[in-house]
């Protein structure tokens, strides 16, 4: 069975999800404090954590480092915090998502259902894709329609990206499902120095999902999470 770890120092809540989670036969285990969460997380490996931020002792940010320290665990943050600021750094620490209290419980188990589905290593050099009608191959670095149609070998990809929005899509592919902060995102692709242009991200996303997404205005695949990042839904 699956194995949840959960943590929160308020009694009512740790006992409504426990309850929660096991009558959807879920196995689960708990802990009310930080040293705690990561005291069990090493002792008895889960498969995911829902893991509260305002905790005594360590906070659940740290919590989040120290478990990014030595595992890949999806951690799900479900916290009273509903700043941008708190989003940004636990997603920065490490976190796969954040759902804010109060919340919906039929959320908060699709969101676990969603991380439990994603592959072990997500940090692939390579791999493949399909947004919209084609297919997006990291290896070659080539965009090709997904109908039979496929060009002759020899003819140029029906679509060109750019060295830049190859480096954006191929680290969003390589996280699929999770929010990728803007931050990370300046980081990797600009370097240390362009953290607040987000003005970059908002040009180059747009220009990805006209030539990729089917309905650029509604993207399926290439989604904004305001204020935080972006997430590739595959």
């Given at each position: 069975?699956?194995r949840v770890?959960?943590?929160?120092d308020?009694?009512?809540m740790?006992?409504?999800l426990?309850i929660?989670?096991?009558?959807?036969e879920?196995?689960?285990a708990t802990a009310?404090?930080?040293?705690?969460a990561?005291e069990?997380?090493?002792?008895?490996?889960?498969d995911?954590i829902?893991l509260?931020?305002?905790?005594?002792?360590?906070?659940?940010t740290?919590?989040i480092?120290?478990?990014?320290a030595w595992?890949?665990?999806?951690v799900?943050?479900?916290?009273g915090?509903?700043?941008?600021?708190?989003?940004?750094a636990?997603?920065?620490a490490?976190?796969?998502?954040?759902v804010t209290?109060?919340?919906?419980?039929n959320?908060?188990?699709?969101?676990?259902r969603?991380v439990?589905?994603?592959?072990?290593?997500e940090?692939?050099?390579?791999?493949?894709a399909?947004?919209?009608?084609?297919?997006?191959?990291?290896?070659s670095c080539?965009?090709?329609?997904?109908r039979?149609?496929?060009?002759?070998?020899?003819?140029?990809?029906?679509?060109?990206?750019?060295?830049?929005?190859?480096?954006?899509?191929?680290l969003?592919?390589?996280?699929?499902?999770?929010l990728?902060?803007?931050?990370h995102?300046?980081?990797?692709?600009w370097?240390?120095?362009?953290?607040?242009?987000?003005?970059y991200l908002?040009?180059?996303?747009?220009g990805l999902?006209?030539?990729?997404?089917?309905?650029?205005a509604?993207?399926?695949?290439?989604?904004?999470?305001?204020?935080?990042?972006?997430?590739?839904?595959?």
């Amino acid at each position: 069975m699956t194995r949840v770890l959960i943590v929160d120092d308020e009694p009512q809540m740790l006992r409504a999800l426990q309850i929660n989670l096991q009558a959807r036969e879920y196995t689960v285990a708990t802990a009310a404090d930080g040293a705690g969460a990561v005291e069990e997380a090493a002792r008895t490996p889960p498969d995911a954590i829902i893991l509260d931020l305002g905790l005594p002792g360590l906070d659940g940010t740290d919590v989040i480092r120290a478990l990014r320290a030595w595992s890949t665990v999806p951690v799900i943050v479900l916290s009273g915090r509903s700043g941008a600021a708190d989003k940004v750094a636990a997603l920065d620490a490490g976190a796969d998502d954040y759902v804010t209290k109060p919340f919906s419980m039929n959320e908060l188990l699709a969101r676990l259902r969603a991380v439990l589905r994603r592959p072990a290593t997500e940090e692939a050099s390579g791999g493949s894709a399909v947004i919209g009608d084609f297919i997006v191959d990291l290896d070659s670095c080539t965009v090709r329609p997904t109908r039979g149609d496929v060009p002759a070998t020899g003819e140029e990809p029906t679509v060109r990206l750019t060295p830049t929005e190859w480096r954006i899509l191929t680290l969003l592919i390589h996280h699929p499902g999770r929010l990728v902060t803007g931050r990370h995102l300046l980081l990797d692709v600009w370097g240390p120095g362009h953290e607040r242009k987000t003005n970059y991200l908002r040009v180059y996303l747009a220009g990805l999902r006209r030539k990729l997404e089917r309905d650029p205005a509604h993207p399926r695949h290439l989604i904004t999470e305001p204020g935080m990042g972006y997430r590739f839904e595959p």
